[in-house]
């Protein structure tokens, strides 16, 4: 697609309840990233893949969170049992090439899915 | 963790006025960059600067970064209503320094009043 689409971009959901997150980036992208957005904040890293493997997941808060990628394309966040302290926007990115946030080369954000729990 | 800083918080200025957002952060940088969010709507890149590098142009933005401060401004000239935004800086850290990923402050929340 022309931008980075994400899906579901409104997402409620009970306290306890299992969410997954889609995120399809720019067609041809390597890179993908996954960030956490709290209200008035800046976006906090989540985690990094590069083709289908996880780069970088140092930034995921716990093991409640996992996110996959297995064509090297299209990713998943999943979140289990969720806390109302998960609500915020989940930002996904991709880019081009092969270095992460070292390389410079630009990312391209999705508009975002904005997950409250209840 | 947040490592960037922004100041101010909130800036409120007339159409046409120049406006200057400042950044620090706190551990050293392989580059640092500018995005720009629309309330609700995802990040925009805007500009990025290197380490080695002290000032660069886009357009009408203008970034500075001082690494012996470790900080570092962006000023967008001659303002539009357009630019009304929340504007925050991004550092990506050394190699083997940290996450792959960039580490984004606060952000200024921009508005221009016409």
């Known amino acids: 697609g022309a931008g980075v689409s994400q899906t579901p971009s409104n997402k409620v959901t009970e306290k306890g309840k299992y969410v997954e997150l889609r995120c399809d980036p720019i067609s041809g992208h390597t890179a993908l990233y996954w960030y956490r957005q709290s209200l008035g904040q800046g976006p906090e890293f989540l985690i990094y893949f590069q083709g289908t493997g996880a780069a970088d997941d140092s930034g995921l808060p716990n093991d409640r969170f996992f996110a996959v990628r297995p064509e090297g394309s299209v990713s998943t966040l999943k979140i289990q049992r969720t806390e109302r302290g998960d609500s915020a926007v989940y930002l996904c990115a991709s880019s081009s090439g092969t270095g992460g946030a070292l390389e410079g080369n630009t990312i391209y954000f999705g508009e975002g899915s904005w997950l409250t729990v209840v | 963790s947040q490592q960037g800083e922004e100041d101010p918080q909130a800036l409120s200025i007339q159409e046409g006025e120049n406006a200057t957002m400042n950044c620090s952060y706190k551990t050293s940088i392989n580059n640092l960059q500018w995005y720009r969010q629309n309330s609700g709507r995802g990040l925009v890149h805007l500009i990025l600067?290197?380490?080695?590098?002290r000032e660069k142009h886009s357009g009408r933005l203008r970034v500075t970064l001082d690494t012996s401060k470790k900080s570092s401004s962006l000023l967008i000239t001659a303002s539009r209503a357009a630019d009304t935004a929340s504007y925050f800086c991004?550092?990506?850290?050394?190699?083997?320094?940290?996450?792959?990923?960039?580490?984004f402050g606060k952000g200024t929340h921009l508005i221009i009043q016409p």
């Open positions: 991004a550092t990506a850290p050394y190699s083997g320094g940290g996450a792959d990923g960039l580490t």
């Open positions: 600067i290197r380490s080695n590098e």
